[in-house]
């Protein structure tokens, strides 16, 4: 999740993306990526799956004709186990590109970059940022911004680097100091606005987020809980008692991402709301 942070709420964190392109692309991208991002190339199909599954990975950027291990059978699998995931195309246009392109259309990739003809660091910069606005966790903090309208400005910031990191685990305590506040201040702030407290708001957007990976048929809960940073599938599991009434695997088969936000929403923002207004 790319975020440009001033010096009020701290250092930029970095998204991790994968990458399964040749060199000449890889150094392309190194080149023309912001600090934003931090790349990872992986060799074959199954090393992206293990990384996809256990890694806080949103993104990856593949060549299917000439990449490493990872053609459009591997795309193929990857789309069936991990919708969610973000995918970038980053190939050569030669006469069989236009075979590739159906090829990727049918399983639901709608952009690609191509090498040495429209990869200008500039347009390599954009179409990374333009992906990592589309991954799951982006679509989560949108789906609360509303709410979160009545914080100042620089803690709604921290907020959501400190939610999207992808190297730090999310606390009320990084979140503070990303916004140069005390703790209390951070939680006084919130009250103030109406919202439940921060570390409940932080839960439960990890939360959402975690019912949306769990929608991938490629994850187990242990993975999901190891990739949001829970470590261990009991707290999340516990955490997801207490906020919808419901297990990982019952939400899994029972609710939409629509059902699973309006039940956080209804919960624990609406109320609070109301009661402010009143």
Not at 11 to 30: E, F, G, I, N
Not at 155 to 167: C, D, G, K, N, P
Not at 265 to 273: G, I, T
Request: net charge positive; proline share 6%.
């Amino acid at each position: 999740m790319s975020c440009h942070v001033g010096s009020s709420v701290g250092k930029m964190v970095s998204m991790l993306v994968l990458t399964a392109v040749p060199d000449a692309q890889l150094l392309k991208l190194r080149a023309a990526a912001s600090p934003a991002f931090t790349l990872e190339p992986v060799e074959s199909g199954p090393e992206m799956v293990e990384a996809i599954r256990l890694r806080p990975v949103e993104l990856a950027v593949v060549d299917p004709k000439d990449g490493p291990g990872v053609g459009i059978r591997e795309i193929e699998r990857l789309r069936q186990m991990f919708p969610s995931l973000s995918l970038l195309i980053y190939t050569a246009l030669t006469p069989e590109t236009a075979e590739l392109l159906l090829a990727l259309g049918r399983v639901g990739i709608r952009r690609a970059i191509f090498f040495r003809f429209d990869d200008a660091p500039s347009s390599l910069r954009q179409a990374l940022h333009s992906e990592a606005e589309h991954t799951v966790l982006r679509k989560v903090v949108r789906s609360l911004a509303e709410r979160l309208e009545a914080l100042p400005y620089q803690l709604r910031t921290a907020f959501e680097v400190t939610l999207t990191s992808s190297i730090e685990v999310p606390t009320v305590a990084l979140m503070a100091a990303r916004a140069r506040l005390g703790r209390r201040t951070c939680e006084r702030l919130f009250a103030r606005s109406g919202l439940p407290s921060p570390r409940m708001v932080l839960i439960v957007a990890r939360l959402l987020y975690a019912h949306r990976l769990l929608l991938d048929p490629g994850f187990t809960v242990e993975d999901v809980a190891t990739k949001i940073g829970f470590g261990r599938a009991r707290p999340m599991q516990a955490h997801l008692r207490e906020v919808f009434g419901l297990t990982a695997g019952e939400m899994r088969l029972s609710l939409t991402p629509d059902d699973a936000l309006h039940i956080v929403m209804a919960r624990y923002f609406d109320e609070p709301l109301r009661q402010v207004a009143s």
